[in-house]
């Protein structure tokens, strides 16, 4: 069945670094979306990306979608302590199922 | 607030006994998802419902079975629990039709503890 995995499975930074976690399909996808879970709440969505090679910003997030629309990646630009979480991508599978990534878990310190 | 409901919001049981999840999709909402988090670990996709009907299933054990109701809310079944059932399971709804994947809106979650 398809399978989407994410790295890193954490990552730990310092308030300001920047930060960026891939996300990587193993069947082509026709849109990627990604959500953010905080710590103790629930998934919430942040953005869809559609065309193959598309980049789509967020303040000081960056969203991209791989030529082949089978890898996206998202960055942060200068972590803040409220990017604390983690962050899934999830990929359309039957019906309207979405598959959802390993998650990559951000910890921002000051 | 995501307009997505679950209830209990936490529940403590032992094992060997049979608990029901609740959750209420967004107004106009026809699709439903069910999910269930262990800790630290990624969300594991249970079942989904539209309109009434199961459209898509995924890791959901034989003890567990779900339905949706008329007014589209819908029931998460857990049964014979174990200590490995222990998690936090999210109910999700979303408002795309049977073609295409469209966002998901979760609800706060249910968490399960068996003792």
């Known amino acids: 069945g398809q399978q989407v995995m994410q790295i890193p499975q954490y990552q730990h930074v310092q308030e300001g670094e920047d930060f960026t976690t891939y996300c990587n399909s193993s069947?082509?996808?026709?849109?990627i979306q990604w959500y953010k879970q905080r710590p103790g709440g629930h998934p919430v969505f942040l953005i869809q990306?559609?065309?193959?090679?598309e980049v789509k910003k967020q303040k000081r997030l960056t969203f991209q979608f791989g030529e082949a629309k089978k890898n996206s990646s998202l960055h942060i630009t200068a972590t803040q302590t409220t990017d604390v979480g983690t962050y899934f991508c999830a990929g359309p599978g039957t019906a309207s199922k979405l598959t959802f990534g390993t998650g990559t878990r951000l910890q921002v310190t000051l | 607030d995501s307009g997505v409901t679950q209830t209990p919001k936490h529940l403590i049981t032992a094992t060997g006994q049979r608990v029901t999840l609740r959750c209420s999709p967004r107004s106009g909402d026809l699709s439903v998802y069910w999910y269930q988090q262990s800790l630290d670990q990624g969300l594991q996709f249970l079942i989904q419902y539209y309109n009434g009907e199961e459209r898509a299933k995924g890791n959901i054990l034989e003890r567990f079975s779900a339905q949706q109701f008329p007014d589209l809310h819908s029931e998460l079944n857990l049964s014979s629990l174990e200590l490995g059932d222990s998690a936090l399971y999210f109910c999700a709804s979303s408002g795309q039709g049977l073609a295409g994947a469209n966002e998901q809106f979760f609800g706060p979650g249910t968490r399960l503890t068996v003792l």
């Open positions: 990306l559609v065309k193959s090679g």
């Open positions: 069947t082509t996808l026709s849109n």
